[in-house]
């Protein structure tokens, strides 16, 4: 069945840092992907998607381009802030908003000051 | 922005009692909605799909008379943990969407259910 592996974390960075977390699905068909992030004491919201192959999704400073040939989709952002931490899912469905979403295990974002 | 909210936040019983938790989208119409299920440092696992007015529809490996799901009305869905015993303590996410529109799911917030 289709799935997502995420780099574990924690990933602790300093502000102003380069961040990137690493995420690849195995799936049948061309999948819709996404990244949703989920800050401490609230639900999972939706950072930024991609539906095709070489489509780069963008949002709040962070992007993730659709590759296709290496089935990966790594989640980056130039210069991170302390309120950036959160715990970030990487998920895919079978079509844009389809119902069934697959998510990775989440990677944990520390951000120091 | 849409809301989705999930009630209890956290609740902590008894082995063998059940637990109802609820799940409100509260500035749209929740044609469907999706019950998750989390472990500690693992993903969120679909349980089961809800649309109003009709059975949901179960993954696999998911006993649908441990987990009743009801979607009643276009607002609200509920999941009830029926005889909780304390392997049935996890996090607990719904989500909703309103699949006339191309808009993804909204989450809540979850419930932390924990069995003692």
């Known amino acids: 069945g289709d799935s997502v592996t995420q780099m574990e974390g924690p990933v602790t960075l300093s502000e102003e840092a380069f961040l990137t977390i690493n995420c690849t699905y195995t799936?049948?068909?061309?999948?819709?992907l996404f990244w949703y992030v989920q800050y401490p004491g609230e639900g999972l919201q939706l950072l930024l998607k991609?539906?095709?192959?070489?489509d780069k999704g963008s949002n709040k400073g962070f992007e993730a381009t659709y590759r296709k040939e290496t089935t990966s989709f790594h989640l980056e952002k130039g210069s991170v802030q302390v309120s950036d931490s959160a715990v970030y899912f990487c998920?895919?469905?079978?079509?844009?908003?389809?119902?069934?979403?697959?998510f990775g295990a989440g990677t944990i974002l520390r951000v120091k000051s | 922005g849409a809301v989705v909210s999930q009630h209890p936040s956290r609740v902590i019983c008894k082995s063998g009692t059940s637990v109802k938790i609820e799940c409100r989208s509260l500035d749209f119409q929740a044609t469907t909605m999706f019950w998750y299920r989390q472990f500690p440092k693992q993903s969120l696992m679909l349980m089961a799909t809800?649309?109003?007015?009709?059975?949901?529809?179960?993954e696999q490996g998911v006993e649908k008379d441990k987990f009743l799901i009801n979607h009643a009305s276009l607002t609200l869905s509920t999941l009830t943990v029926t005889s909780a015993h304390p392997e049935d303590s996890s996090f607990y996410i719904c989500?909703?969407?309103?699949?006339?529109?191309?808009?993804?799911?909204?989450f809540g917030d979850g419930t932390r259910l924990s069995i003692l």
């Open positions: 991609a539906t095709k192959a070489d």
């Open positions: 998920a895919l469905s079978e079509r844009e908003y389809g119902n069934k979403l697959v």
């Open positions: 809800s649309n109003e007015g009709s059975k949901a529809t179960y």
């Open positions: 989500s909703a969407r309103d699949f006339r529109s191309n808009q993804p799911q909204h």
């Open positions: 799936a049948t068909g061309y999948p819709s």
